[in-house]
């Protein structure tokens, strides 16, 4: 016999264990049956589209009530009542109210909702205001109150642990809805569920411990979870009843019921619940940090069900206290894991720092370094070089799971199922199922922690590889949620035990400390970064034809890396460039993010950018890649056959002009620092070819403790007018020494000037 019931989702085509995880269930098309929805202009509250049960509930015609106002459909006190909540752009509690005895548009048989008491629901959906009804009734508790609420909480509150608190939650819910078998079901990292508390009939058999796999709660279904706590199935054999029309007429779209009460559910859901030999089912969601924690699923056993709204209102309410109880409780539960790790961290780095052995030798002997993060073993590689700690695997398994998951900026990455990375790692989860690795910007050189398999015997409510099973059948097999929910036990092998936030804070944590006893120790490193430096800064100038320059670069006293540079090179059309610049900042990290900066300043330059373009897109650069470090640039470049100096500044103090016994500043237009993301860049000009001399300087060469910096430019000035006369590099070195007072900062001198041909 051919089922002539109308579809489920009459808005999509049908669907099947292989396409149901794309199912769009929010758009379903239809509504069920126990209610009427009405989908309005928020103008003039007139129907766009109705539910086709609107003659049997509200009698009139679905396609008399399209284009019709509200007050013409339910009455003028009932539109009233409802006007201002279709005006809210949220969705407001639902309302009672009592619906005329002659509704305005009845025709011929009265209207199951005439002179009833009705749930009412507003809610927006895109461009239309939605309106449900359903007749006031059904079982379930009168309006939560304050004292039953307070009660409610109380006994929620005085849980001792999150496995408690749902056993309560659970025995709440039941007596509050009047479900046969109300379950609390918490997800796992893989979207597995478990039922981690029950209250249910005496005569029904136990699900608590169960388990059931992800695909039985597709992932677009908990996605609807977050977005609508209360769902309700008041009667899974239920007919449902399509929209009119069911693709709306002006946005030619089928109207998204995210938020309704009513929505019409998904017939692989349907057919799921009949095998389980469901009669009617309500689910409430349990959000933590807006992700989906888990559930409440309310069964009954015995025929439809209906809660009424007030019962359905008081259950969310519930659901709503209890996430943030589970997410007190497991955050306390955090913390204490955390101050315990933190005390036994703060052990190991004292050791550590007080250790005279090399810091990474003193790091991988210490067993302490597992026991930090609960591990099995750990494994160090400096460049390349591996070093091992409690059980492992073979290091060509160290080298493959490194490459998986280093990450360079140092944070940590971590699983607690290598095999989904690359299978042929499953034959080393004996001691390696899971890794936490902290890797550094040499993709050779990293920290990991690994983890065995922890094998757990897992009980599944039916088997959860039906789907798998199925995919093996011909095409001539139907796809359908499983029939048997027997319990199915599984030995799960492969995983370890999931790292846990405080872990993995731990774990970054030391690599910090670590980091910093490596730095303050490392003298072989400070000399190679200070080796770099002097590579890139010269000590002495080259020499252009057609142009005379002297440069000097002096450390502060007090550091030997810091982040000024000067740079003077030949372009391709036969100018110079010439640079001064200074970034933030002193040590490694400086004259490291110098040496980038430089180079990109001359890639830049190379490139045909003018002084301006450079500055430009050296800004953006550094504020998308070297985050918190700010610079100052100075960037000339002259035609050597004009003696036309173009000049750009970005945050840089101005250059002197030095010309027949005078010195003064050259005033030149500003962009803001380096690094900020703000600003642009403008060229001035200056004319060398009448003899002038151009110095660029660095701060470090006026700024002095105690010294007014006016004083010190002055103090600058004055040696500066005499000019270079015939010895440029000597006036240069007396500019340098000329401002008295302690440097506090590095000192950076470059002076240009036209010179012979050939």
């Not at 059948?473 to 036990?489: A, C």
């Not at 030995?491 to 980091?515: F, I, K, M, Y």
């Given at each position: 016999m051919t089922d002539v019931r109308p579809s489920h989702t009459p808005a999509y085509g049908g669907v099947d264990l292989t396409t149901c995880d794309r199912e769009p269930?929010?758009?379903?098309?239809?509504?069920?049956?126990?209610?009427?929805?009405?989908?309005?202009?928020?103008?003039?509250?007139?129907?766009?589209?109705?539910?086709?049960?609107?003659?049997?509930?509200?009698?009139?015609?679905?396609?008399?009530?399209?284009?019709?106002?509200?007050?013409?459909?339910?009455?003028?006190?009932?539109?009233?009542?409802?006007?201002?909540?279709?005006?809210?752009?949220?969705?407001?509690?639902?309302?009672?109210?009592?619906?005329?005895?002659?509704?305005?548009?009845?025709?011929?048989?009265?209207?199951?909702?005439a002179g009833a008491d009705v749930d009412v629901t507003v809610h927006r959906s895109g461009e239309r205001v939605v309106v449900e009804l359903e007749q006031l009734g059904g079982p379930g508790a009168g309006t939560l109150s304050y004292q039953s609420a307070r009660g409610a909480m109380a006994r929620l509150a005085s849980a001792g642990s999150v496995a408690d608190l749902a056993d309560r939650l659970a025995h709440e819910v039941r007596g509050l809805s009047g479900f046969d078998r109300v379950m609390v079901y918490r997800f796992d990292q893989d979207w597995n569920g478990e039922v981690i508390a029950e209250d249910r009939r005496e005569d029904l058999n136990p699900f608590l411990g169960l388990h059931y796999p992800a695909t039985d709660i597709p992932a677009?279904?908990?996605?609807?979870?977050?977005?609508?706590?209360?769902?309700?199935?008041?009667?899974?054999?239920?007919?449902?009843?399509?929209?009119?029309?069911?693709?709306?007429?002006?946005?030619?779209?089928?109207?998204?019921?995210?938020?309704?009460t009513l929505r019409s559910v998904s017939p692989i859901h349907v057919e799921y619940l009949t095998n389980m030999g469901v009669g009617a089912s309500m689910s409430v969601s349990l959000v933590i940090d807006e992700e989906l924690w888990g559930l409440v699923a309310c069964h009954h056993y015995s025929g439809p069900h209906r809660p009424s709204h007030d019962a359905r209102a008081a259950v969310e309410f519930l659901g709503q206290v209890a996430s943030q109880m589970i997410n007190d409780r497991e955050r306390a539960d955090g913390r204490e894991a955390a101050i315990g790790s933190q005390t036994e961290l703060n052990r190991f780095t004292a050791a550590l720092t007080a250790s005279e052995l090399n810091p990474l030798v003193q790091l991988m002997s210490d067993p302490a370094l597992l026991r930090l993060v609960g591990a099995g073993g750990a494994a160090l590689s400096v460049e390349g070089v591996i070093t091992t700690l409690g059980r492992v695997p073979e290091e060509r398994h160290l080298r493959r799971i490194g490459a998986l998951l280093h990450r360079p900026d140092g944070r940590a990455v971590h699983t607690h199922h290598l095999g989904v990375l690359a299978p042929d790692l499953e034959e080393v989860s004996d001691v390696?199922?899971?890794?936490?690795?902290?890797?550094?910007?040499?993709?050779?050189?990293?920290?990991?922690?690994?983890?065995?398999?922890?094998?757990?015997?897992?009980?599944?409510?039916?088997?959860?590889?039906?789907?798998?099973?199925?995919?093996?059948?011909?095409?001539?097999?139907?796809?359908?949620?499983?029939?048997?929910?027997?319990?199915?036990?599984?030995?799960?092998?492969?995983?370890?035990?999931?790292?846990?936030?405080?872990?993995?804070?731990?774990?970054?944590?030391?690599?910090?400390?670590?980091?910093?006893?490596?730095?303050?120790?490392?003298?072989?490193?400070?000399?190679?970064?200070?080796?770099?430096?002097?590579?890139?800064?010269?000590?002495?100038?080259?020499?252009?034809?057609?142009?005379?320059i002297a440069a000097r670069y002096l450390p502060a006293s007090t550091y030997q890396l810091g982040g000024d540079w000067w740079d003077a090179f030949e372009l391709d059309d036969g100018r110079v460039a010439f640079v001064v610049g200074d970034v933030a900042g002193h040590g490694v990290q400086a004259a490291t993010a110098m040496t980038q900066v430089r180079t990109a300043l001359r890639a830049y330059l190379f490139g045909g950018d003018t002084p301006a373009g450079c500055l430009d897109r050296l800004d953006r650069l550094m504020d998308g890649l070297l985050d918190q470090r700010v610079a100052t640039a100075l960037v000339g470049v002259l035609d050597r056959a004009s003696g036309v100096l173009q000049l750009s500044s970005a945050g840089h103090l101005p250059p002197l002009l030095c010309v027949d016994g005078e010195a003064?500043?050259?005033?030149?237009?500003?962009?803001?620092?380096?690094?900020?993301?703000?600003?642009?860049?403008?060229?001035?000009?200056?004319?060398?070819?009448?003899?002038?001399?151009?110095?660029?300087?660095?701060?470090?060469?006026?700024?002095?403790?105690?010294?007014?910096?006016?004083?010190?430019?002055?103090?600058?000035?004055?040696?500066?007018?005499?000019?270079?006369?015939?010895?440029?590099?000597?006036?240069?070195?007396?500019i340098v020494e000329a401002v008295a007072g302690v440097k506090d900062d590095d000192t950076t001198v470059l002076a240009i000037r036209m010179g012979p041909q050939g």
């Open positions: 269930i929010h758009v379903p098309g239809a509504i069920q049956p126990h209610g009427v929805l009405l989908a309005l202009e928020p103008d003039d509250l007139t129907a766009v589209v109705v539910s086709a049960n609107c003659e049997q509930l509200l009698g009139v015609a679905s396609g008399a009530a399209r284009g019709r106002t509200l007050a013409e459909l339910l009455g003028e006190a009932a539109a009233a009542a409802i006007a201002p909540r279709a005006a809210s752009p949220t969705k407001g509690e639902p309302m009672v109210l009592r619906l005329p005895e002659d509704l305005p548009l009845a025709t011929g048989a009265r209207g199951a909702l677009q279904a908990r996605r609807l979870y977050t977005v609508n706590w209360t769902r309700l199935i008041a009667d899974v054999s239920y007919t449902p009843v399509p929209l009119d029309p069911v693709l709306d007429e002006v946005t030619g779209a089928p109207l998204d019921l995210s938020h309704s390696a199922a899971g890794a936490m690795v902290i890797g550094s910007s040499d993709p050779s050189s990293w920290l990991m922690w690994l983890r065995p398999e922890l094998e757990e015997v897992v009980d599944w409510g039916g088997d959860p590889t039906n789907k798998l099973l199925y995919d093996a059948e011909g095409p001539e097999v139907r796809l359908s949620p499983r029939k048997s929910f027997d319990k199915w036990r599984q030995v799960v092998r492969g995983r370890s035990e999931p790292w846990t936030a405080w872990q993995v804070d731990t774990a970054e944590a030391l690599n910090a400390h670590v980091t910093g006893v490596l730095l303050a120790r490392s003298r072989e490193q400070i000399a190679m970064a200070e080796s770099l430096q002097r590579s890139v800064v010269a000590e002495v100038a080259p020499d252009f034809d057609g142009v005379e003064h500043e050259l005033s030149l237009r500003q962009r803001p620092l380096l690094g900020i993301g703000v600003g642009q860049a403008v060229v001035d000009e200056v004319d060398l070819s009448g003899g002038a001399t151009v110095l660029m300087y660095t701060d470090g060469l006026v700024e002095r403790r105690g010294l007014d910096i006016a004083e010190t430019l002055e103090q600058l000035r004055v040696t500066a007018c005499v000019g270079p006369g015939e010895r440029m590099q000597e006036w240069v070195d007396e």
